[in-house]
C-alpha cells in the first residue's frame, strides 16, 4: 500500500501556515467561513480515510462484519491494504467518535443549563444576572437568542462600552459564531493537526464580532477600550463554543487591529499574486487534495 493513501491524514499539517495568511490578510468574516469550511473538509476527508483503511485493512479477520466478497483473494489483490494500518484505524475511529460524542454532549448541556438558570427572568434579548463576578457571553436558542451578561461586569464599563458590549455580543448571535467554533472544535479532534484552524477561527469569530461592533458604536476605540477593561476583570464563556467579549486568546492583537483601519471587505476572489491571493487560494487548493 502506498504512502499516498495517507495522505487525508497528514494533509492537514498545512494547516498552520494557511491559518496564518488568513488571519493576516483577510477580512474576519472572510477567514472565519472559509478556515471553518477548510477544516470541516479535511475533517471529513481524515474520517473517510480511516474508514477505509478499517474495511480493507480488516476484510480477512475473524468475525468482521463485511460481506464475504471483501476477503475474495482477486478483491484483495486489486485492493491495497495493510492489516495493521486497518486494526489501528479501529480505535483511532472509536477515539474520535467518543470525544466529538462528548464534546456535543457538554455543549448541548452547558446550553440547557444556561437557559434553564434564566428561566426565572423577563424574556427579554438581554439577561443581566446580579452577580459580583464580571462576566458576559453570548446564549443562543431555539426560540431566542440572549446576551447574557452580568452587573460585576457592567459596573467595570462606561455607558458607550456598554454599548459596545451588547453589541459585540448580538453579532455573535447574528452571524452563529457557536456553530463555527463547534465546527472547528470537532474537526480538530477528529485530526489533531486541525488545531491550528481551531485557534485561528477562535480568534476571527472575535474579530468579526469586534468590527460588527465597531460599526455599530461608530467608534473603533470604544471597542477596544470595553475589549481591554473586560480581558482584564472578567472570565470567558462557560464553553468554548460559546463566544465572549473576554474570550482566551490575543487580546492584544484585537486591540491592536481595532486601533488600525478597518479591513477591506474583498467581494470578489483575489489574484493569486498578492498575499490575500495567496492565503485563499492555497487553501481551496489544499481542500481540493485532500
Not at 219 to 236: D, E, H, Q, Y
Amino acid at each position: 500500500m502506498g504512502v499516498f493513501v495517507f495522505l487525508p491524514l497528514v494533509l492537514p499539517l498545512t494547516a498552520w501556515p494557511i491559518a496564518r495568511l488568513a488571519e493576516h490578510h483577510l477580512h474576519p468574516r472572510t477567514a472565519t467561513r472559509l478556515l471553518t469550511t477548510l477544516a470541516c473538509a479535511m475533517a471529513a476527508c481524515s474520517s473517510v480515510c480511516l474508514g477505509l483503511l478499517m474495511v480493507v485493512g480488516t476484510a480477512q479477520l475473524p468475525g468482521n462484519p463485511l460481506p464475504d466478497g471483501w476477503s475474495d483473494p482477486e478483491v484483495r489483490a486489486a485492493v491495497p491494504y495493510d492489516e495493521v494500518a486497518g486494526r489501528a484505524a479501529v480505535p483511532a475511529l472509536l477515539v474520535v467518535a467518543s470525544v466529538c460524542g462528548r464534546t456535543l454532549w457538554r455543549h448541548w448541556r452547558v446550553r440547557l443549563k444556561a437557559h434553564r438558570a434564566l428561566a426565572g427572568l423577563p424574556g427579554t434579548s438581554v439577561a443581566v444576572l446580579p452577580d459580583d463576578v464580571p462576566y458576559a457571553y453570548a446564549l443562543p436558542g431555539r426560540r431566542r437568542d440572549r446576551v447574557v451578561a452580568t452587573t460585576g461586569l457592567l459596573s467595570c464599563l462606561e455607558p458607550v462600552e456598554r454599548r459596545a458590549l451588547f453589541a459585540h455580543e448580538r453579532a455573535h448571535l447574528a452571524a452563529s459564531h457557536h456553530r463555527f467554533l463547534l465546527a472547528v472544535r470537532l474537526a480538530a479532534q477528529a485530526n489533531p493537526f486541525l488545531h491550528p484552524l481551531r485557534t485561528a477561527v477562535a480568534y476571527t469569530t472575535e474579530r468579526w464580532a469586534d468590527e460588527e461592533a465597531a460599526e455599530a458604536v461608530g467608534s473603533r476605540p470604544t471597542v477596544a477600550r470595553a475589549i481591554g477593561k473586560a480581558a482584564l476583570v472578567s472570565r470567558s464563556a462557560p464553553a468554548p463554543t460559546l463566544a465572549g467579549l473576554a474570550a482566551p486568546g490575543p487580546v492584544p492583537r484585537r486591540v491592536a487591529a481595532l486601533l488600525a483601519p478597518a479591513p477591506v471587505v474583498v467581494r470578489t476572489w483575489p489574484s493569486a499574486f498578492t498575499t490575500v491571493g495567496l492565503a485563499v487560494w492555497t487553501a481551496a487548493a489544499g481542500t481540493a487534495a485532500s
